[in-house]
């Protein structure tokens, strides 16, 4: 399955090159939506409320999401002793429920979230965020956000993949114009102001579904269990029932490599990323889902320890316990780049760990090479794709990526149509179900 092209191994040089040549912390919006949260992150800590440095974040220095008993001490040496008060649960940190908990013991609580206007314009003083006298976002957690069950997402449902130039169209969208959104938390941690209140409301009003961008699951570098902590808490915050990463490496030695790298079709490959996804659900707390990606080059692997890309997949869903995001574009732009047949990988896939399905647009290059850039309408090809699918595997809910050259909301949303039109044509057929983990 890994016929490699000249074509394609030019442009995989290439992707590796731009991503290694470009500087490891460039701040440009890459491909599918990987606007980095670098850039942001830099502007939250700018100190302005409004943009998230408040709260926990203010005192928080190593930025784990919580204050242990050293940092308590070095932000309030006055009040040291305090500490185990506020340390309700007495697991030797504050986390933010202790730090309400405390604050709305001491009255100050409606300082907070009745100021939401007054945050969100930037006018939050300094130093009294983390008294608790500021409103809207304060810190990790927006004041007033509960932690609630995650929202459930019938099988027969139709998203849209959230980004930032379409906050307004979205908020404004008619009632079910689409059944969820899907967010990259790696853009939205620590983001406060009136883009964080515009993700609090969208995600208040529908389920929200999440794909991380830059776990790095097959990458070499540890795993930022940092980070992870603070995806496992905006995934609680916004009750987001599916969480999902790619099956690939985005980083290396030298750190983040802002593209998505594939890994060798190899049984160490399995073990190495089966293990890392064990230790990210162990971190979460729930199960998550890996995806499939689009690659260009294939990694050289000597012959005896080649495994087929279908096998691979199946192997580490396998190992790791894990459900699949099954990209249908990703799956036509590598058939066709690498010459198999898209029908019979997607029959190779294990029908009960399919937990959702992804389709975009894609670049024709030529005949024979296709770019995955989600910046283009679904191809009848990639439909006609999406409805084996569901022939094969059954309906699941359904997320259209669209990251560039975007269209008025209207013109995307009768693509979410089509997706729920596809998904009424399967209704009532059983699946063939032709693979099972
Ligand atoms: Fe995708």
Redesign the pocket.
Same mark, same amino acid.
Do not use: R, S, T
């Given at each position: 399955m890994s016929k490699q092209k000249p074509a394609a191994i030019a442009l995989g040089t290439a992707l590796a090159g731009l991503a290694l040549g470009g500087g490891a912390f460039a701040m440009e919006p890459l491909a599918q939506g990987y606007m980095l949260a670098a850039g942001e992150a830099a502007k939250a800590q700018e100190g302005k409320c409004g943009e998230g440095k408040c709260g926990i974040e203010k005192v928080d220095t190593d930025k784990d999401g919580r204050i242990s008993q050293a940092e308590f001490a070095a932000a309030h040496p006055d009040k040291a002793d305090q500490f185990a008060k506020i340390d309700a649960n007495a697991d030797g940190f504050i986390d933010e429920a202790e730090r309400k908990a405390h604050h709305a013991a001491k009255g100050s609580e409606g300082k907070c979230g009745e100021q939401t206007g007054k945050a969100s314009e930037g006018k939050c003083g300094e130093g009294k965020c983390g008294e608790g006298k500021c409103g809207g976002t304060v810190g990790i957690f927006p004041v007033g956000v509960s932690h609630r069950l995650p929202m459930t997402l019938p099988d027969a449902s139709a998203g849209l993949g959230l980004r930032r130039a379409m906050l307004d169209e979205l908020r404004a969208a008619p009632a079910g114009a689409f059944d969820f959104l899907e967010c990259a938390p790696d853009n939205w941690i620590g983001v406060g102001g009136r883009l964080g209140e515009a993700l609090d409301d969208l995600s208040a009003r529908h389920p929200l579904t999440c794909h991380g961008l830059s776990l790095s699951l097959g990458g070499p570098a540890p795993l930022d269990e940092v980070f992870l902590a603070k995806t496992r808490r905006f995934l609680d915050r916004h009750r987001v029932s599916l969480y999902s990463e790619h099956l690939s490496a985005c980083s290396d030695a030298t750190g983040h490599l802002y593209d998505l790298m594939p890994v060798p079709f190899t049984e160490a490959a399995v073990r190495h990323v089966a293990t890392r996804i064990g230790r990210v659900q162990d971190l979460l707390g729930r199960r998550i889902a890996v *995806?499939n990606v689009s690659y260009y080059a294939a990694l050289p692997v000597a012959p005896a320890q080649a495994l087929e890309e279908a096998d691979f997949v199946n192997a580490v869903l396998a190992e790791a316990d894990c459900d699949l995001l099954l990209?249908v574009n990703?799956v036509y732009v590598n058939a066709v780049n690498h010459g198999y047949d898209a029908r019979v990988f997607l029959a190779r896939m294990p029908c009960a760990r399919i937990a959702s399905y992804?389709i975009?647009g894609h670049y024709d290059e030529a005949d024979d090479l296709k770019v995955d850039t989600h910046g283009a309408p679904v191809k009848d090809a990639v439909w006609s794709l999406l409805a084996e699918a569901y022939r094969l595997h059954g309906v699941r809910p359904t997320l259209l *990526?669209r990251d560039f050259n975007l269209p008025p909301l209207p013109v995307l949303l009768d693509e979410v149509e089509r997706i729920r039109q596809l998904q009424r044509e399967a209704a009532g057929v059983a699946p063939a179900g032709v693979a099972h983990a």
């Open positions: *995806e990209d990703n992804h975009a *990526e």
